[in-house]
T-cell receptor, first 114, second 113 residues
Framework: KAGVTQTPRYLIKTRGQQVTLSCSPI?????VSWYQQTPGQGLQFLFE???????NKGNFPGRFSGRQFSNSRSEMNVSTLELGDSALYLC?????????????FGPGTRLTVL | GENVEQHPSTLSVQEGDSAVIKCTYS??????FPWYKQELGKRPQLIID?????GEKKDQRIAVTLNKTAKHFSLHITETQPEDSAVYFC????????????FGAGTQVVVTP
């Protein structure tokens, strides 16, 4: 089975712009979670989706949003980019929700905000 | 919310020695505790996990122990090898928000030959 894929892998944007990141889960996986990884804050939870519904949201401003499609693929959007949004954005997929299934991570999207 | 603390932040060991990383959590409802290994420039990969109904789990050179009363869990790596050099993260989650992993800050492990 193919692993979790994320596109694009690298992205450079300027302050004030918006960006959309995409995540394709492992085939058959229905849950997707998103994390932000920075040297200073480590791995921080953004949101999780199951069945096209956001189940939980982390402590991030409203500029960060996401969605999940009927095929379980997920996107996250960051509007009005700030320098501090520069980070590695990781998504993780798992088989189901509420069953403590293993989360498998994608390679991440490296976002640089100039 | 859940808070996970991880120690030490860096750990240098000689090849063949053991490495121990400790984590504590604050939410007594947490019931799932995975450990991830992240090599430089790569994605985090699960190396072992433990659920709250189990006190210890072992997989070859890697073991994890859980003390629910004290709310701490530990990763033990025996007979360390240079390829064990990486950053290791502990995490915790619970049933009603299982997909929300709360991560520790990470431990940089360096195994010197």
């Amino acid at each position: 089975k193919a692993g979790v894929t994320q596109t694009p892998r690298y992205l450079i944007k300027t302050r004030g712009q918006q960006v959309t990141l995409s995540c394709s889960p492992i085939s058959g996986h229905r849950s997707v979670s998103w994390y932000q990884q920075t040297p200073g804050q480590g791995l921080q939870f953004l949101f999780e989706y199951f069945s096209e519904t956001q189940r939980n949201k982390g402590n991030f401003p409203g500029r960060f949003s996401g969605r999940q499609f009927s095929n379980s693929r997920s996107e996250m959007n960051v509007s009005t980019l700030e320098l501090g949004d520069s980070a590695l954005y990781l998504c993780a997929s798992s088989l189901d929700w509420g069953a403590t299934d293993t989360q498998y991570f994608g390679p991440g999207t490296r976002l640089t905000v100039l | 919310g859940e808070n996970v603390e991880q120690h030490p932040s860096t750990l240098s060991v000689q090849e063949g020695d053991s490495a121990v990383i400790k984590c504590t959590y604050s939410d007594s409802a947490s019931n799932y505790f995975p450990w991830y290994k992240q090599e430089l420039g790569k994605r985090p990969q699960l190396i072992i996990d433990i659920r709250s109904n189990v006190g210890e789990k072992k997989d070859q050179r890697i073991a994890v122990t859980l003390n629910k009363t004290a709310k701490h869990f530990s990763l033990h790596i025996t007979e360390t090898q240079p390829e064990d050099s990486a950053v290791y993260f502990c995490a915790a989650s619970k049933t009603d928000s299982w997909g929300k992993l709360q991560f520790g800050a990470g431990t940089q492990v360096v195994v010197t030959p």
